[in-house]
C-alpha cells in the first residue's frame, strides 16, 4: 500500500512539485519502475542464497519505510523544492537543483527498495506456507487479488490526500509502511522458514564452464561414467536426459574430478546430472520467457501515457469533485482484482466440472495476450477521438477506462499463470525465489524498452511533445498494438513447441495441468 501510494502518483508530483517537463516525468516514472522490477531478482538470490525470506522481507521493508520518510520531508519543506513556475509569469521557470534531486532519488531509490525486492519474495514465501500444488497456485491467486486491493486504496485514498497535501499524503504511506513492517516482523514464530539452498547462479555457472573445458569430450552411454553427487548410487538420482544432450559432457568424470570419498575435487570442472538438467531447463523456458518482455512493453508504456492523458481531460465527477489524474490507473488494479476472483472461484471451477481439464499457464498467458493487444486498439481509437474534440472541448477521463478494464483482465490471466508456470511446474527447486522474481525482472526490463521505445519516438516523430495535445499518441498506440500481435504470435510459436517437464507430477497433484496437447 506504502509503495503504490507514493508510486502511482509520481508522475503528477514532478511535474507539479518539481518543474518536470510531462515527457520528462514519464521518463522518469518509467525509469523508476524499471528499477523497482529489477529489484526482485536481487532479493531472490540473497534470499535463495544466504539469509531466507523472513530476514531480506524484514530488512527491505524497513529500507521503504526510511525512504518514506525522506519523500514526506521532501514535500513538507520548500527548501528541498524548486520555486513553483506560475502560468503568465515572467519569472523564468527553474528546474530542481542538483541537490534537491538528490534529496529526491535518493528517497525514490530507497522506498523503491522494498517495494521491488520484497514483494515477490512474499510471494514465494506465502505460497511456501502450503504443501499441496493446487493450494499453493491458489496462494498466488489470492496474492495478486490482496496486492492489487492494497493497489486501490492506495491510488484512491492516499492519491486523493495528496491532491490536498503531498505532506500528508506521503505520511501515510509512511504509516502503511510502518504497521505493515511491525505486523509481518511480529509473526515470525508463526511461519514456515525454509533454509538457504545456496546461490542458484553458482551452480547454473559451474555447468557453463564445466561443458566447455569438456566439449571436446566424447559422451558415454554408460550412467556411471556421469557424476550424481557425493554418496549416490545410480538407481534413485537423475538420469541424463536426451534434450540438449551434448551438455552432459559437464557431468563426465575424468581423472582427477572426483576423490575416493566421492567428493568433488575441481568444483568448477565437473558438476552433477541434476545440475545439467537445471541449466537445461532453464534453457527450454527462455523463449516463452521472452515473449513476457513485449507484453508488458506495452503495458509499461501505457501506464505513464495514460496518466498524461488524464491530465488534459475533463476529470470532473459530479459539481464537487475532480478525479486525481494519478487515480485513473486505480481500475486496472480493480478490474485485475474482481477477475482474479472471477477466474479463481468461478470460471476454473466451471471448466473443471464440464470438461474435466483445468485451464494450463499457457493457456492463461495467452488470453492475457489477446486482452493486452485489444486494450492498445481502444486506447488508439479513444486517443483519436480525443484529438478530434480537443479543439472543442475536453474529453471526459472516463472515456480511459474501457482500456485500463482490458488490461487489468489481461492482468488477471497471464500474471498468476506466468508465477505458476515458472516457479511450482518448470524451474528447479534451487530457483524457487529467484524464478518468481523472473517475472518481475522481465517488467522491469520492458519499462526500460518502454522509455526507449519513448525517446526514439520522441526524437524520429513528431507523436510525443511536451503538450501532447499537439501530438499524435494514437500513434504510439496503434505501433504498440502491432508489437503485441507479432509478440503473440511469437508467444504461441513458442507455447507450441514447449515440452513440460513435470506433466506427471502436475497431473497426479490435480493442479495446474490436466491434459497437454504437446
Known amino acids: 500500500m506504502s509503495g503504490f501510494g507514493w508510486l502511482s502518483n509520481l508522475i503528477v508530483y514532478l511535474i507539479e512539485q518539481y518543474n518536470v517537463k510531462t515527457i520528462s516525468a514519464a521518463q522518469i516514472f518509467n525509469v523508476v519502475n524499471g528499477f523497482v522490477g529489477l529489484l526482485p531478482v536481487l532479493g531472490a538470490v540473497i534470499a535463495d542464497s544466504y539469509f531466507g525470506c523472513y530476514f531480506v522481507i524484514s530488512v527491505v521493508t524497513f529500507i521503504s519505510f526510511l525512504g518514506s520518510v525522506l519523500l514526506t520531508i521532501s514535500a513538507s519543506f520548500g527548501s ?25 532519488y535518493t528517497a525514490i ?10 514483494r515477490f519474495i512474499l510471494a514465494t514465501m506465502g505460497a511456501n506456507q502450503f504443501d499441496k500444488p493446487k493450494e499453493q497456485a491458489s496462494a498466488f491467486d489470492w496474492y495478486f487479488i490482496i496486492m492489487y486491493t492494497s493497489a486501490v486504496v492506495s491510488s484512491t485514498l492516499i492519491v486523493y490526500v495528496q491532491g490536498v497535501s503531498w505532506g500528508w499524503g506521503f505520511g501515510l504511506c509512511v504509516a502503511a509502511s510502518f504497521f505493515g513492517w511491525i505486523i509481518f516482523v511480529l509473526g515470525y514464530f508463526f511461519y514456515k522458514h525454509d533454509k538457504p539452498l545456496g546461490s542458484p547462479f553458482k551452480d547454473i555457472t559451474r555447468v557453463a564452464i564445466a561443458f566447455l573445458r569438456k566439449r571436446k569430450l566424447s559422451l558415454s552411454s554408460n550412467m556411471s561414467d556421469y557424476y550424481h553427487g557425493s554418496g549416490e548410487t545410480v538407481k534413485n538420482v537423475a538420469m541424463p536426459q536426451t534434450s540438449f544432450r551434448f551438455l552432459n559432457r559437464a557431468a563426465l568424470k575424468i581423472e582427477g574430478d572426483i576423490a575416493q570419498d566421492g567428493s568433488i575435487i575441481r568444483p568448477w570442472r565437473i558438476c552433477t546430472i541434476q545440475q545439467v538438467e537445471d541449466f537445461k531447463i532453464l534453457i ?41 489524474a494519478g487515480s485513473v490507473l486505480v481500475v486496472v488494479s480493480i478490474s485485475t482484482s474482481i477477475f482474479l476472483l472471477i477466474i479463481d472461484r468461478f470460471m476454473v471451477p466451471i471448466l473443471r466440472k464440464l470438461t474435466k481439464l483445468t485451464p494450463t499457464p499457457l493457456q492463461r498467458i495467452g488470453v492475457g495476450h489477446m486482452f493486452n493487444i485489444l486494450s492498445m486498439v481502444v486506447s488508439a481509437l479513444v486517443e483519436s477521438k480525443r484529438l478530434k474534440l480537443v479543439k472543442d ?9 474501457p482500456q485500463l478494464v482490458l488490461v487489468g483482465i489481461g492482468e488477471a490471466f497471464h500474471f498468476p499463470g506466468q508465477l505458476a508456470l515458472y516457479y511450482y511446474q518448470e524451474f528447479p527447486s534451487s530457483l524457487q525465489s529467484t524464478s518468481t522474481a523472473m517475472v518481475p525482472l522481465v517488467i ?12 526514439l519516438f520522441q526524437n524520429k516523430t513528431s507523436w510525443l511533445p511536451d503538450n501532447i495535445n499537439n501530438g499524435r499518441v494514437d500513434n504510439v498506440y496503434w505501433t504498440l498494438a502491432v508489437i503485441g500481435a507479432l509478440n503473440l504470435g511469437y508467444y504461441l510459436i513458442c507455447s507450441k513447441l514447449y515440452k513440460f517437464q513435470n506433466l506427471e ?7 495446474w495441468i490436466n491434459d497437454i496437447d504437446n
Open 444 to 455: 522491469g526490463l520492458s519499462y526500460y524498452v518502454g522509455t526507449a521505445l519513448t525517446s
Open 505 to 511: 507430477k502436475e497431473a497426479s497433484d490435480d493442479c
Open 80 to 104: 528541498l523544492r524548486p520555486q513553483p513556475c506560475v502560468t503568465g509569469s515572467n519569472i523564468i521557470c527553474k528546474g530542481p537543483s542538483t541537490f534537491q534531486f538528490t534529496v529526491l
Open 109 to 118: 531509490a530507497m522506498a523503491a527498495i522494498g517495494l521491488g525486492c520484497g
Open 393 to 401: 472541448r475536453d474529453l471526459e477521463v472516463l472515456w480511459l477506462f
Open 284 to 324: 527450454r523456458i527462455a523463449p516463452l520467457w521472452s515473449t513476457t518482455l513485449f507484453l508488458c512493453v506495452p503495458i509499461a508504456m501505457q501506464s505513464s501515457l495514460v496518466v498524461l492523458q488524464a491530465l488534459v481531460m475533463d476529470r470532473h465527477f459530479g459539481p464537487n469533485f475532480k478525479i486525481p
